[in-house]
C-alpha cells in the first residue's frame, strides 16, 4: 500500500462519499453511480482510484462487477493517524 495514494484517494468528497456509501455492503457501479450527478467514466475513474489505492476490491459477477470496502487498508490509516495524534500529544505535554 502507498499512503500518498491512499491518501490522494480520500482527497475527494465523491470518493469518500463512495467509501460512505460501501459501508453499507457491496454495490454495482452502477447502484454507486445513482448516488452522484456524475457520468458513469467519472464514477468509474473514481473507482479505479479507490482501487488503485487498495481502499476497495472488486468482485465480477457474470456481468456485472461489485465493489467492497478493504477495511484492513482503512485500519492502517487509522493507526497511522492515531500514531501522529499520539505524537502530538506527548510534544504538548513537554
Known amino acids: ?30 447502484e454507486i453511480g445513482e448516488h452522484f450527478p456524475v457520468t458513469g467514466a467519472s464514477i468509474s475513474r473514481h473507482l479505479s482510484v479507490l482501487k488503485d489505492a487498495d481502499l476497495i476490491r472488486d468482485t465480477r459477477e457474470g456481468k456485472f462487477i461489485y465493489y467492497d470496502l478493504n477495511a484492513s487498508v482503512l485500519e492502517e490509516i487509522l493507526l497511522w493517524v492515531s500514531d501522529l495524534k499520539g505524537v502530538n500529544d506527548n510534544a504538548e505535554e513537554e
Not at 502507498?2 to 452502477?30: F, H
Open 1 to 30: 500500500m502507498s499512503l500518498q495514494a491512499t491518501l490522494r484517494a480520500l482527497a475527494d468528497p465523491i470518493r469518500r462519499e463512495i467509501l460512505n456509501l460501501l459501508k453499507q455492503g457491496r454495490l454495482s457501479a452502477g
